[in-house]
């Protein structure tokens, strides 16, 4: 018996591992549902075949959930786990707190969405613009998508633009266009995000290649839920709903890091037997 029970009993690491994996999907769904990048999906897939354009959305953020989870991977190496624990509970409280106040603030309804909705199509519209020889100089010879310019581009900002567009051009002939801007547009618009933070932050307190895996089928999930039906989905959510939902859930996290964190450093003082 003794021997079943061990047997059964699960290990500290798979409960680890468990934590990680739904920790790291709960923070993608709550994150991207409604978001820039969940937008452009969605208006792409209305312009153009949905399956090139989830192949292009979803390998964007497979890379960008690589990127993100290896450069959380390479924080414990220059400082202890413990610590990295410590600043990964105090980066979800500080977004907690912030969402919470935001989610206060907005509107009922979906006119935030809305507005963003529209963003997202500027932007579509704006990189199709400069990619087709449409709309980049209006008839005062200004830039549209810049304004007025008043100083000459640097030689090497113009050489870097001329490998940039021809790299895109030699990937746009090997992968199709629409795969591209759909790739191009979602790297952009996760680059510097929230989920994108959380995510290294993840992985730097937990399971590395758990956190990818988590945050890769939160990614498909969000993103076959925009090609699908985002405009349907973008008309029935509320924005304040949804950053109230992750705010809380950010703060758990929070909480959750702080006790392991403290745990790590010392279990003594967190001892709950001997607070009971």
Known sequence: ????????????????????????????IVSEIGDKTFLIAAILAM????????????????VMSI?????????????????????????????????????????PGNEKIQEEMKEAEEEIEGDEAAHDGTGLVGPDGEDIRR???????????KAVKTYAEAARNFFSYLLGPVFVQSFILTFLGEWGDRSQISTIALAAADNVYVV???????????TALAVLGGRYVSTK??????????????????????YEALLSIDPETVDLHSLS
């Open 67 to 107: 990127l993100s989870a290896e450069l959380g991977h390479l924080l414990p190496t220059l400082i202890p786990r413990k610590y990295t624990q410590l600043c990964a509970a105090v980066l979800f409280l500080v977004f907690g707190v912030k969402m919470l106040q935001e989610g206060r603030e907005m509107k």
């Open 147 to 157: 304004g007025p310019c008043l100083l000459a581009p640097f030689p090497a900002q």
């Open 237 to 258: 959510i509320s924005v304040k709903h949804v950053t109230l939902a992750a705010s809380g859930l950010f703060l758990l996290f929070g909480v959750v890091y702080l």
């Open 1 to 28: 018996m003794a021997q079943d029970a061990a047997v059964t009993t699960p290990s500290p690491v798979d409960e680890g591992a468990l934590h990680a994996l739904w920790r790291s999907f709960a923070m993608i």
């Open 212 to 222: 990818v895996l988590g945050t890769i089928v939160g990614h498909s999930c969000c």
């Open 47 to 62: 312009r153009h075949p949905r399956l090139v354009v989830f192949a292009g959305a979803f390998s964007s953020l497979v």
